[in-house]
């Protein structure tokens, strides 16, 4: 017999945080990730539940100048992408970013790349500012931002909740994502799906 999953209930000293979901990780995109457009309507119900509690909502894009170093032109890893202003860069469509959450831009200068929305921002001092102890973390993509994120969250002192349902990952490497899952959850995230904060709405 399985046992019921447990459930989470949402505390005053969480924060959602969603990461890089934006169009050029797309399908169609300059750097698609595959189905990252399937991420979209499950970010938003953890959105609305955030933001219907007046929770900290924190959303994290990469947003880089057109000489970037992560561009292959440039002797790096990738095509050009998430150019800051450009349409590629813009959250993506029907992704409900409330007035109220925290837009936190990364990489935003040619000679550094960032992955962790940590890196070179005030994440860290604004969730601390704002009392969050547990992060809940999902976006794009699995296997590069949301791993980084996470790692680095996890360093910070906070918990986190890894949101299963809600990331898709590149696969440069067929497997990527189970093994920065595997890893997430091994540094001390917890998984967890919509069902397991036992909320859900039909
Ligand atoms: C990302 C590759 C390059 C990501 C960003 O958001 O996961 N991946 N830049
Ligand atoms: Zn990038």
Same mark, same amino acid.
């Given at each position: 017999?399985?046992?019921?999953?447990?459930?989470?209930?949402?505390?005053?000293?969480?924060?959602?945080?969603?990461?890089?979901?934006?169009? #050029?990780?797309?399908?169609?995109?300059?750097?698609?990730?595959?189905?990252?457009?399937?991420?979209?309507?499950?970010?938003?119900?953890?959105?609305?539940?955030?933001?219907?509690?007046?929770?900290?909502?924190?959303?994290?894009?990469?947003?880089? /100048?057109? #000489?970037?170093?992560?561009?292959?032109?440039?002797?790096?890893?990738? /095509?050009?992408?998430?150019?800051?202003?450009?349409?590629?860069?813009?959250?993506?469509?029907? @992704?409900?970013?409330?007035?109220?959450?925290?837009?936190?831009?990364?990489?935003?200068?040619?000679?550094? #790349?960032?992955?962790?929305?940590?890196?070179?921002?005030?994440?860290?001092?604004? @969730?601390?500012?704002?009392?969050?102890?547990?992060?809940?973390?999902?976006?794009?993509?699995?296997?590069?931002?949301?791993?980084?994120?996470?790692?680095?969250?996890?360093?910070?002192?906070?918990?986190?909740?890894?949101?299963?349902?809600?990331?898709?990952?590149?696969?440069?490497?067929?497997?990527?994502?189970?093994?920065?899952?595997?890893?997430?959850?091994?540094?001390?995230?917890?998984?967890?799906?919509?069902?397991? @904060?036992?909320?859900?709405?039909?």
């Amino acid at each position: 017999m399985n046992q019921p999953a447990p459930t989470i209930t949402l505390q005053p000293a969480d924060a959602l945080v969603v990461v890089d979901v934006q169009c #050029d990780f797309l399908p169609g995109g300059a750097l698609a990730v595959p189905q990252g457009d399937r991420v979209v309507p499950v970010l938003n119900r953890y959105i609305r539940l955030f933001h219907d509690r007046q929770q900290p909502l924190v959303f994290t894009r990469d947003w880089h /100048p057109a #000489d970037h170093c992560s561009f292959r032109d440039q002797g790096g890893p990738w /095509p050009p992408h998430c150019i800051a202003g450009s349409a590629g860069a813009a959250f993506a469509p029907g @992704l409900e970013v409330p007035a109220e959450a925290v837009v936190m831009s990364k990489a935003t200068t040619s000679g550094a #790349d960032a992955y962790s929305g940590f890196q070179g921002t005030t994440l860290a001092e604004w @969730l601390r500012r704002h009392d969050c102890q547990r992060l809940f973390i999902g976006g794009l993509a699995t296997d590069y931002c949301v791993l980084e994120t996470v790692r680095d969250a996890l360093r910070e002192g906070f918990a986190v909740l890894l949101l299963e349902d809600a990331v898709r990952a590149v696969e440069v490497q067929a497997g990527d994502g189970l093994r920065a899952r595997q890893s997430m959850v091994e540094a001390g995230a917890r998984p967890i799906t919509l069902a397991t @904060l036992g909320q859900e709405t039909p």
